[in-house]
């Protein structure tokens, strides 16, 4: 990896009252306290952000949302807007993970709009990706992958892209406990960046952190960690104990 600061993110998806999320959170403070030259992110759900905050507040963990909306206020029942997130204390925003595209109808405009405004109030986008078992098994993964990415990221600059990071997460691999081996992730993983390098430039490329998830565990973070191409991962069942998350930042 050149350069690259690792990101580790946990996406605590639709898990933990308020209670439980300040309880987890105050535990991977103290667990974490010592890494250096790590990213680390907790994407709690909504109603804990603003309480995860302060129990994060002057550590080295930053706080991500699981979802944004890209109107700025108004009749939207249920959404949730960049101000809010703003206001709750948040850095990133993780935009069409597969759950969301698969039971909300996130679509790759979507996502398009919703990076639009994540960038624009200068939180940080986590772009999700990823084919589904039947897309590649008919080998359709890298064709899959062209259209989220170009889709989505139609019609930004390259000035916009830098603070982007995307996340390869094939569906397949999503809290089924199936990871993508290795080779396959690092297959991927460059596909992707000579892509970013062909739309945008290669400097783009090279800068952008690329990670992984899908069944991301202490025991395969670091043999992943050691391929070129990936920069971190994006975590899901693992990260709700703070003792495994804190293994998976630590890669031990
Ligand atoms: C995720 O939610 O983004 C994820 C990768 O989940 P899991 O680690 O449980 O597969």
Redesign the pocket.
Request: glycine share 22%; proline share 0%; aromatic share 0%.
């Given at each position: 990896m050149q350069n690259r600061v690792p990101l580790i993110a946990g996406?605590w998806?639709m898990y933990k009252n308020c209670f439980e999320a300040e309880h987890t959170a105050d535990e991977l403070v103290k667990l974490v306290s010592d890494v250096k030259n790590i990213d680390i992110m907790i994407a709690p759900s909504f109603t804990s952000l603003a309480l995860v905050n302060k129990k994060i507040s002057g550590s080295n963990i930053s706080l991500g949302a699981q979802n944004i909306f890209w109107e700025d206020e108004g009749a939207f029942t249920g959404e949730i807007s960049k101000n809010m997130l703003i206001s709750a204390g948040c850095t990133y925003v993780?935009i069409g993970?597969?759950?969301r595209r698969q039971y909300f109808n996130e679509t790759n405009k979507t996502v398009n709009k919703k990076i639009k405004t994540t960038l624009e109030s200068k939180l940080k986008p986590v772009l999700?990706i990823g084919e589904t078992e039947l897309e590649r098994e008919s080998k359709k993964t890298f064709s899959v992958l062209d259209k989220q990415i170009k889709d989505g990221l139609q019609d930004f600059t390259l000035e916009d892209l830098d603070s982007l990071s995307i996340?390869y997460?094939p569906v397949w691999?999503?809290?089924?406990g199936k990871t993508a081996t290795k080779e396959q992730a690092q297959e991927v993983h460059k596909f992707i960046r000579s892509l970013i390098s062909k739309e945008f430039n290669t400097e783009l490329a090279s800068s952008m952190r690329i990670i992984y998830?899908?069944?991301?565990k202490p025991d395969n973070i670091s043999e992943l960690m050691n391929m070129t191409d990936i920069d971190g991962a994006?975590?899901?069942?693992?990260?709700l104990k703070s003792k495994s998350f804190s293994k998976i930042i630590k890669f031990e």
């Open positions: 996406n998806k993780i993970h597969s759950e999700c996340a997460e691999a999503i809290g089924t998830g899908g069944s991301v994006l975590v899901g069942g693992a990260s």
